[in-house]
């Protein structure tokens, strides 16, 4: 009988919206925040990614008819106070303003009135790619999916609490992914996916065909062979943007910089992309 047999276990990690634009932006802090899993140790504004979370917390119960209008509004209320959201400031060093996402679930109650047959928060995930050292599965949550009452047209809606409306390719992206996680279960596509920016009453609207489907199942086979390739050597894995706003592993990305070019030349890099 053999004792202390080492046993070794491979990293797991997901490819997701969130994951996948992380690796576009930065494949060290990717690798920093997938593979290697380091803590954090950059304080960061929290308070976007709490109140949003509510809001759609919100939109949920009422769509599934948890609560109704007003019970949504007074839940907000209550979780704003629970989750110290008059504490936490946001990048100007000021405590978000309440009123604004009460606006902004409002406007999320008055779309989902426009939809039926509500399917909320629905999590697809499944494995995708593997070897020795890592194994990548794909894992996403669609908002909501629903029929539009006014044309019964299929829709997947997406909420977002944002100030300004995105132009750059991750939100295409992430809409992209949502369509993917459908087909891969076997349902039929949505005529469109729409993403409702909440605060500003606008919505944006994607639609995708089946060969951008098959297109984006290529991207991804693509991005996994190279993490499963590249593996768990921190040195295979560019420095890309590390200096967002929202990085949280940023003194473990300057870390790794200065290994790799010395402390004299950190300086250098903080404002380049490589």
């Not at 008819?65 to 839940?75: F, I, M, P, S």
């Not at 009453?201 to 693509?222: H, R, W």
């Not at 910089?257 to 004299?264: L, N």
């Amino acid at each position: 009988m053999e004792f202390n047999k080492e046993v070794k276990t491979k990293i797991s990690l997901n490819l997701s919206p969130t994951s996948i634009n992380t690796y576009y932006q930065s494949p060290l802090l990717f690798y920093l925040t997938y593979i290697a899993k380091v803590p954090d140790d950059t304080k960061v504004p929290v308070c976007y990614g709490i109140s949003g979370n509510i809001v759609h917390d919100c939109l949920e119960k009422y769509a599934n008819k948890e609560l109704d209008r007003d019970g949504a509004c007074l839940h907000l209320a209550k979780q704003w106070i629970e989750k110290n959201l008059h504490n936490h400031r946001d990048i100007k060093n000021e405590p978000l303003k309440k009123e604004d996402y009460l606006i902004a679930l409002i406007n999320g109650l008055n779309i989902i009135d426009l939809h039926d047959s509500h399917v909320c928060e629905e999590l697809i995930k499944f494995s995708f790619a593997e070897n020795e050292l890592i194994e990548i599965g794909i894992k996403g949550i669609v908002d909501l999916q629903a029929n539009e009452k006014s044309s019964n047209q299929s829709v997947v809606i997406d909420y977002k609490t944002s100030n300004s409306i995105s132009q750059s390719k991750d939100f295409e992206r992430q809409a992209l992914f949502y369509n993917y996680l459908l087909y891969k279960k076997g349902k039929n596509l949505p005529t469109k996916t729409i993403f409702h920016y909440l605060k500003l009453g606008i919505p944006k609207v994607y639609s995708f065909s089946q060969e951008d489907i098959e297109s984006f199942e290529e991207e991804l086979k693509a991005i996994a062979d190279k993490i499963l390739s590249n593996g768990t050597d921190i040195k295979n894995y560019s420095i890309g943007e590390i200096n967002n706003l929202f990085n949280s592993k940023k003194q473990a990305c300057l870390n790794e910089v200065t290994s790799r070019f010395g402390y004299s030349n950190t300086r250098n890099f903080i404002d380049m992309r490589y």
